[in-house]
């Protein structure tokens, strides 16, 4: 079981944080995780709205259980595949609030494919999700930082950003190649306040894997490669993005930071076989 949870700090109060694919998950615990800190959100969504508006109740209720009562915080529809989707939802959001402080990328999905057999069309839409999506959401983020000085863009990576996923090629490319947007961005920019990281979480209780989070023996067979031997909760992931956008992360930048249990330490490796 994870640990109980410590009051959160007020890092992030009245910054604007725009997080993509926060109808579920990964998305909505960051979502709340930074409306407890004093942040206003911006909730992104595609799909049918009622995951979306059910984050808005999350996030509204810790907005106000933390103190923080009179945020704006909003859902907005755009598909992170489609490029006009998101030049739609930058015009929406920095028509409203005039500002963003912080973009997480946080917008994705995978499809399990044999690669001798694979789907072309799904290939594309992965990739348009995952990772060209990331940059034209950041070339928007960007634009504006530069022009008011700062900001702060954080990814949605993958332990898979390093370990192979076989059946999962176009999920692998795209977290692969999440790591050099990552750091050339965050080289590229440092010298002008905006700092870029990204979060590599392990094996999360989440609806995405929901397959093997609901079946007992799959659940277990999925903890056996985890050192720490239990999944993580999306809470537990939302804790390193409010750290990264808040001034405690202010020296970092171009780094991901695995949340994953152990996993990348390779714990077939805890006794040692190979020599």
């Not at 509204?60 to 490029?83: C, K, L, N, P």
Request: include cysteine; proline fraction near 5%; charged fraction near 20%.
């Amino acid at each position: 079981m994870p640990p109980a949870r410590s009051p959160s700090p007020c890092r992030l109060v009245d910054r604007h944080a725009l997080v993509t694919g926060a109808s579920q998950g990964i998305g909505r615990a960051v979502a709340v995780r930074f409306a407890e800190e004093g942040a206003h959100v911006a909730i992104n969504y595609v799909g049918p709205a009622a995951g979306a508006e059910e984050t808005l109740k999350q996030v509204e209720a810790a907005s106000a259980a933390h103190g923080h009562e009179g945020r704006d915080h909003f859902v907005v529809h755009a598909d992170i595949g489609v490029e006009a989707d998101i030049d739609s939802m930058f015009r929406t959001l920095l028509g409203r609030w005039k500002r963003l402080d912080c973009l997480v990328n946080n917008a994705g999905f995978q499809r399990e494919s044999p690669s001798e057999a694979l789907d072309v069309e799904t290939y594309r839409k992965i990739l348009d999700v995952n990772l060209t999506g990331a940059v034209l959401c950041a070339r928007h983020a960007l634009a504006h930082f530069v022009a008011r000085g700062g900001g702060n863009i954080i990814n949605t990576s993958s332990v898979h950003q390093i370990i192979p996923k076989p059946g999962y090629l176009a999920y692998s490319i795209g977290k692969s190649a999440l790591a050099g947007m990552t750091r050339t961005l965050a080289l590229e920019f440092a010298g002008r306040g905006i700092r870029v990281n990204s979060v590599g979480p392990g094996a999360i209780d989440t609806p995405i894997n929901a397959a093997w989070t609901d079946h007992p023996a799959k659940r277990a067979a999925v903890e056996s490669h985890i050192p720490m031997g239990r999944v993580g909760t999306p809470e537990e992931i939302a804790a390193v993005f409010a750290f990264l956008a808040s001034d405690e992360a202010s020296y970092i930048t171009g780094q991901t930071i695995y949340a994953c249990g152990g996993i990348t330490l390779f714990g077939e490796f805890r006794e040692n076989w190979a020599s």
